[in-house]
């Protein structure tokens, strides 16, 4: 992997906030270092956008098996960290700090432990989930805070993200209550789905004293440990990823079984939109496509669909709308609606200029995989499957699809959508979280829709938003202002680091007038 480019000596930017802040950044993944979804496109655009108004930002996070030191040109610390895995002092890991800036002036920090991190794979390999998972972010979520503590400024918001650093807020607040007494945590839920549940038995792992195993905030009422859960009580405040998914959180049928403890902290929790990284992802700075365009050179994006059709071995025809999945495979992602709808779609045409073509590129289960494999083999005209993940590839199909369908059951924010638009490929989605919040449906609003919105995750309803975006592309004088109009919308960072650093800011000034 080249990293020259996200390398930098440029020290920080200048202060536009009215008051800088010292922020530590504490996630599991980080793009491109390491990266299995949104978070890590998150946790390196927002500190980025943070430190360009101004802050001081530090990114944690861990040295994964597949990262190279020696190769990035990380600086070592020379103080290793001392992380007790007991009480304030017991059992001892040290981990290795290597470290260096990235454009912007935001410092990265990696944390290197063999034991927990040195292999390949973040949370599993080849499907599977490692089994020490509870032992490997126990540890991460102490080796924030203890970095936190030994910062040499007073660090002003320790960001946490979702239940990797579940842990942190707890083990400051039970060991180090004083020492963070000037420090705002924060809790970002980027998927409640994933809340880094063990059995009872591994409660060891936290390293917390008894008495956290004999209640109910960091256990579930199914006996299991829940590291989430246990940081969304001891944050000091909560946010997730669009305003639409903080509503529904608190409700029952999107709380995963935490919507009582987020109603009861409604006060403390909001929900900021995700914003798009237009350095990474733009059509007219695109490093991985292979003709660039904008909203004035939109043959560009001909040429994209054309190259994309070759690459994945389907008949070039600029006619079909190309339709592109890019998406994990799980339950969450809608993919069990999606191949029945495709099917009937596509068994009902007559004419082979009627319907569409479809790229999916999806990392996932066999259950899912197999589904998909079987409906390209049904289509081979029509429908190319590529298993895995593909970083290269996810741009070009944004770069070449006509169409991005994201049918997924529930979405946090969603970025793939939000990339979409920016690339002239119109969105097609199901009317949930930040979906809803982030793509107008055209029928509603035909002078400022951006895309096509079913209400309900049905087969009929995802069949007829597709089918409503085939007949549009077909008429491209509807279908060019529909393209620009996506393009044009702006999802730049610039807004939502304004919201955090607006929340970080009035925690902090409260923090000071509690002294
Ligand atoms: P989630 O975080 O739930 O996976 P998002 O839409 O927020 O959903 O973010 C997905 C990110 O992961 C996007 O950057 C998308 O391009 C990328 N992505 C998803 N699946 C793949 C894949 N198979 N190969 C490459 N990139 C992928
Ligand atoms: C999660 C969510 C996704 C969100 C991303 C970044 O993985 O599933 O909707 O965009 O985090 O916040």
């Given at each position: 992997m080249d990293l020259s480019r996200y390398i930098s000596k440029k020290e920080s930017s200048k202060l536009v906030a009215n008051q800088r802040l010292n922020i530590i950044f504490a996630s599991s993944e980080v793009a491109p270092f390491s990266k299995s979804g949104g978070l890590g496109d998150v946790a390196s655009a927002l500190p980025r956008a943070l430190a360009q108004r101004g802050h001081n930002v530090v990114i944690v996070t861990p040295l994964y098996g597949h990262l190279d030191s020696e190769q990035m040109r990380l600086s070592r610390r020379l103080q290793p960290l001392e992380v007790p895995r007991k009480s304030k002092q017991q059992s001892k890991v040290e981990a290795t700090l290597w470290e260096t800036r990235l454009n912007h002036g935001v410092r990265i920090v990696f944390v290197e432990a063999e034991e927990y991190f040195?292999?390949?794979?973040?949370?599993?390999y080849d499907d599977q989930a490692f089994e020490d998972n509870a032992d490997r972010f126990a540890f991460f979520s102490r080796a924030v805070v203890e970095f936190t503590r030994s910062f040499a400024l007073p660090v002003d918001v320790l960001h946490c993200n979702d239940?990797?650093?579940?842990?942190a807020p707890i083990y400051a607040k039970h060991y180090f209550d004083e020492e963070f007494q000037d420090t705002s945590i924060v809790m970002t839920i980027h998927n409640l789905a994933y809340q880094g549940k063990f059995d009872a038995s591994e409660f060891d792992a936290t390293g917390l004293p008894q008495k956290y195993a004999d209640t109910s905030e960091l256990f579930d009422e199914d006996g299991n440990v829940n590291y989430l859960k246990g940081g969304l009580q001891y944050a000091d405040h909560l946010t997730t990823v669009s305003p639409g998914y903080a509503d529904e959180i608190q409700t029952e049928a999107g709380g995963f079984g935490l919507h009582e403890i987020l109603q009861n902290r409604s006060d403390d929790l909001v929900g900021i939109l995700n914003g798009a990284d237009y350095t990474v992802w733009a059509p007219d700075v695109d490093r991985h496509i292979s003709v660039r365009y904008d909203i004035d050179s939109l043959n560009g994006k001909r040429r994209n669909k054309a190259e994309l059709q070759h690459r994945m071995g389907l008949p070039i025809r600029p006619t079909l709308p190309l339709l592109g999945v890019i998406s994990r495979?799980?339950?969450?992602?809608?993919i069990d609606v999606l191949v029945p709808t495709i099917r009937t779609l596509l068994s009902d045409l007559e004419d082979e200029r009627d319907g569409f073509q479809l790229v999916i590129l999806g990392e996932g289960p066999p259950q899912f995989r197999d589904a998909l494999q079987e409906l390209a083999e049904s289509f081979p005209t029509r429908v190319v499957f590529q298993p895995g993940y593909d970083e290269a590839m996810a741009h070009r199909i944004q770069a070449g699809s006509d169409v991005l369908v994201v049918p997924s059951r529930?979405?946090?924010?969603?970025?793939t959508q939000i990339y979409a638009m920016r690339y002239g490929t119109v969105p097609v989605v199901h009317s949930t979280g930040g979906l809803a919040d982030t793509v107008s449906d055209l029928r509603e609003d035909p002078e400022k829709g951006t895309g096509f919105v079913c209400q309900e995750l049905t087969e009929d309803a995802l069949a007829g938003a597709i089918e409503r975006a085939s007949a549009a592309y077909r008429n491209y004088r509807k279908w060019r202002p529909l393209m620009v109009r996506a393009m044009e919308r702006d999802f730049s960072w610039h807004e939502s680091a304004r919201s955090y650093e607006s929340l970080f800011t009035s925690l902090h000034q409260q923090e000071q007038a509690a002294e």
């Open positions: 040195g292999r390949q794979g973040l949370y599993g239940w990797h650093t579940g842990l495979l799980t339950e969450q992602k809608g529930f979405e946090p924010c969603g970025l």
